[in-house]
């Protein structure tokens, strides 16, 4: 059996200024944008490198709303891996990505937390490659 996982859903307030907000600041690529009514799209951005894409998901009632920008309780929500934390945060912040922190050397890697356009939270890491 192979499972992977292949989407994760994200609440946005509107599909277009998210798309600009993933693919302008985050340097994501759009995936798909089909229409599926007058008012519901399918849209998926993701990190240029593969991986899970995110499907944004627009608010459809006042729960969702309320949701928005704190899907994990304020804690981080999604964890973006690179092979290059110092060209990827140079990047971002050139770009106006707001970090919660300056970075930092843990044991399993070079990390910081930034928030999204609506204040999610994730982590920017660049893991320790194993010795041998």
């Known amino acids: 059996m192979?499972?992977?996982l292949g989407l994760i859903a994200i609440l946005v307030d509107d599909y277009d200024s998210a798309i600009a907000y993933y693919t302008g600041?985050?340097?994501f690529v759009l995936r798909e944008d089909?229409?599926?009514s007058a008012d519901k799209?399918?849209?998926v951005v993701a990190p240029p490198g593969g991986g899970a894409g995110l499907l944004l998901a627009r608010a459809a009632d006042d729960r969702q709303q309320r949701a928005i920008g704190d899907q994990a309780g304020g804690r981080v929500f999604l964890f973006l891996e690179?092979?290059?934390f110092a060209r990827d945060h140079a990047a971002f912040v050139a770009r106006g990505v707001?970090?919660?922190e300056a970075p930092r050397t843990e044991p399993y890697g070079i990390v910081?937390?930034?928030e999204d356009l609506y204040g999610n939270r994730w982590d920017l890491?660049?893991?320790v490659r194993p010795a041998g």
């Open 125 to 127: 890491v660049e893991h």
């Open 82 to 84: 690179t092979d290059d």
């Open 34 to 36: 089909t229409r599926i």
């Open 112 to 114: 910081a937390v930034f």
């Open 41 to 43: 799209r399918w849209v």
């Open 2 to 4: 192979s499972q992977q």
């Open 98 to 100: 707001r970090f919660a």
């Open 25 to 27: 600041h985050l340097g």
